[in-house]
């Protein structure tokens, strides 16, 4: 069963704007990560957020956590075409021997 | 360096023939998983292993058997394909000294077809 679940489904927005992307996940976590897939490739790495952990940035990239919530999401500010991508969250749940789990991704497309 | 490789990138079975996929990394990683993409699903762990001669299943291991001989090679192996196997296969493999923590480096995948 998946852990996270990411939200919407699929994202489409204009070159140059904001894409926020959002996850909720169900147990406690030691950290929640961020992946990208672009089509017909391997996943990569974006960003990781630890539990102890609010906010995180990286270049255009700003990943929040919410644990009280449960939920994380992640902002691509300034998007660029390039941006095009499938985006997951994973967790590494607390007790899960470092098992990454992956929610159902999130297809973003952005429009020149 | 290779980072991850997989192979084949794409094989075609029929239903109830048997095959390996490869996995080899040159990180020197301990950790190493094989996760499977369907349309819709997302990732699901299959086995997993945090060293040399270790291996546990992951959320989806029936019909499915890996072994871990060296630190490099994680190699899947189906043992009597079936139609619900088809899908996207990923090896991964990470060590926790860089960020504390289990971050994956991903393989470019391989695409299975059973029929």
């Known amino acids: 069963s998946q852990q996270g679940e990411e939200d919407p489904q699929a994202l489409s927005i204009q070159e140059g704007e904001n894409a926020t992307m959002n996850c909720s996940y169900k147990?406690?976590?030691?950290?929640l990560q961020w992946y990208r897939q672009n089509s017909g490739r391997g996943l990569v790495h974006l960003i990781l957020?630890?539990?102890?952990?609010r906010e995180k940035h990286s270049g255009r990239l700003r990943v929040t956590l919410d644990t009280s919530k449960k939920s994380s999401s992640l902002l691509i500010t300034a998007s660029r075409a390039a941006d095009t991508a499938s985006y997951f969250c994973?967790?590494?749940?607390?007790?899960?021997?470092?098992?990454?789990?992956f929610g159902k991704g999130i297809t973003l497309s952005v429009r020149p | 360096n290779a980072g991850v490789t997989q192979t084949p990138k794409f094989q075609v079975l029929k239903t109830g023939q048997s095959m390996t996929l490869q996995c080899a990394q040159d990180?020197?990683?301990?950790?190493m998983s094989w996760y499977r993409q369907d349309p819709g699903m997302g990732l699901r762990l299959i086995h997993y292993?945090?060293?040399?001669?270790?291996?546990d299943q992951g959320e989806v291991p029936n019909g499915y058997n890996v072994s871990r001989s060296t630190t490099e090679d994680f190699p899947l192996r189906l043992l009597s394909a079936a139609p619900s196997q088809t899908s996207v296969y990923f090896c991964?493999?990470?060590?926790?000294?860089?960020?504390?923590?289990?971050?994956?480096?991903f393989g470019a995948g391989s695409r299975l077809t059973v029929l």
């Open positions: 991964a493999s990470s060590y926790e000294g860089a960020h504390g923590a289990n971050v994956l480096t």
């Open positions: 147990t406690s976590i030691n950290n």
């Open positions: 957020i630890r539990s102890n952990e």
């Open positions: 994973a967790t590494d749940a607390v007790g899960a021997n470092s098992k990454l789990t």
């Open positions: 990180m020197n990683h301990e950790y």
């Open positions: 292993s945090v060293g040399a001669g270790i291996t």
